[in-house]
């Protein structure tokens, strides 16, 4: 564990010294409003990697990339719990409404999106026989059946 937070303090410092990043509306990126910005998502693990950074195979977590290469931890709670639970989004375009958190390179993300050929699509996780939506992937809250990715366009 100790080693897992030493590579992740490492990491933050390396990603602490980098200059502001653009985002999807060119934007600086503020602590204080939350702003749309476009990556892919990957395991941290992944990222360190490209930093040039060894971490354990077993270190935890999710980063967002950026297209320009700047990146990204996550906080993991109830609107990102998918993002670390399921595969399927990894390296993919995505666009998170986040906030960072003062000091870092750690998002906050209010909410999820898909990006497809420059489209956004919320995702959730959806129960056929029950037609009962979820935030995460498992099995449905009401039979116990399996929930599938589901991805609707944005309004």
Not at 37 to 52: E, F, R
Not at 94 to 103: D, E, M, N, Y
Not at 110 to 135: I, M, P, S
Request: glycine share 6%.
């Amino acid at each position: 564990m100790l080693r897992v937070l030493g590579a992740v303090a490492a990491f933050l410092v390396c990603l602490h010294t980098n200059a502001a990043p653009p985002v999807a509306n060119q934007a600086e990126v503020s602590a204080d409003k939350a702003q749309a910005i476009d990556g892919k998502v990957v395991p941290l693990a992944d990222a360190l990697k490209k930093l040039g950074v060894k971490a354990d195979t077993d270190t935890v977590g999710v980063a967002l990339v950026t297209a320009d290469g700047t990146v990204y931890t996550l906080v993991k709670d109830e609107k990102t719990r998918l993002l670390f639970l399921d595969p399927q989004l990894h390296n993919r375009d995505v666009r998170l409404t986040a906030k960072v958190l003062p000091g870092t390179r750690v998002l906050h993300v209010e909410r999820v999106q898909t990006v497809k050929n420059g489209k956004a699509f919320n995702v959730d996780y959806w129960c056929e026989q029950c037609q009962l939506d979820a935030t995460e992937p498992g099995p449905c809250k009401c039979c116990g059946g399996e929930t599938a990715l589901r991805e609707l366009p944005a309004k």
